[in-house]
T-cell receptor, first 117, second 114 residues
């Protein structure tokens, strides 16, 4: 079974608008961490934001925020005020706790975001 | 200073050859990883080492052999390269194994097997 599902292969957004990239996950562990990474066309993987399963508040990092809905097992990334430089692949990832031993970061298939001027 | 550096960035080789990719991190991290990104951009873990000890070995052909001479280095040696090995290989590191620890990635090695 898929552990991390990103249902949007591609998304378009107008510059300066907000965009939400979807991510749902599947785990029976009570303890886990959720991450978002950005991969621009140059290929490197850039960490954006982290949300812990026990965190009470949604994580925010500058223009990035994570809409964490634990009961729905979703961890959507919200990018506010999109910029042209935000055009990239975005990966949602999960690190499981007890059963996974925290050893693995499991990635979704990614969403390609294109920001239009 | 690059935190996680891997070399080479590009590797083009013939089927059947043996090749190595080197990775070094200067972050003082205890844990290092190799990930493979296929042509559809899907990232999958291959190996993980914690304090030079192998802790993850996914179902990877035994033609792939990681070697960690010390905590700061994790190299990947591939024997008898096949067309299907063509991919981008990423090295990564994290401080340890706690759930909130993010991975720092190298810039990737694009391997093309002809």
């Amino acid at each position: 079974a898929q552990k991390i599902t990103q249902t949007q292969p591609g998304m378009f957004v107008q510059e300066k608008e907000a965009v939400t990239l979807d991510c749902t996950y599947d785990t029976s562990d009570p303890s886990y961490g959720l991450f978002w990474y950005k991969q621009p066309s140059s290929g490197e993987m850039i960490f954006l934001i982290y949300q812990g399963s026990y965190d009470q508040q949604n994580a925010t990092e500058g223009r990035y925020s994570l809409n964490f809905q634990k009961a729905r097992k979703s961890a959507n990334l919200v990018i506010s005020a999109s910029q042209l430089g935000d055009s990239a692949m975005y990966f949602c990832a999960m690190r499981e706790g007890l059963s996974g031993g925290y050893n693995k970061l499991i990635f979704g298939a990614g969403t390609r975001l294109a920001v239009h001027p | 200073d690059t935190a996680v550096s891997q070399t080479p960035k590009y590797l083009v080789t013939q089927m059947g050859n043996d090749k190595s990719i080197k990775c070094e991190q200067n972050l003082g991290h205890d844990t290092m990883y190799w990930y493979k990104q296929d042509s559809k951009k899907f990232l999958k873990i291959m190996f993980s080492y914690n304090n030079k000890e192998l802790i993850i070995n996914e179902t990877v052909p035994n033609r792939f052999s990681p070697k960690s001479p010390d905590k700061a280095h994790l190299n990947l040696h591939i024997n008898s390269l096949e067309l299907g090995d063509s991919a981008v290989y990423f090295c990564a590191s994290s401080q340890g194994l706690l759930g909130n620890e993010k991975l720092f990635f190298g810039s990737g090695t694009q391997l093309s097997v002809l």
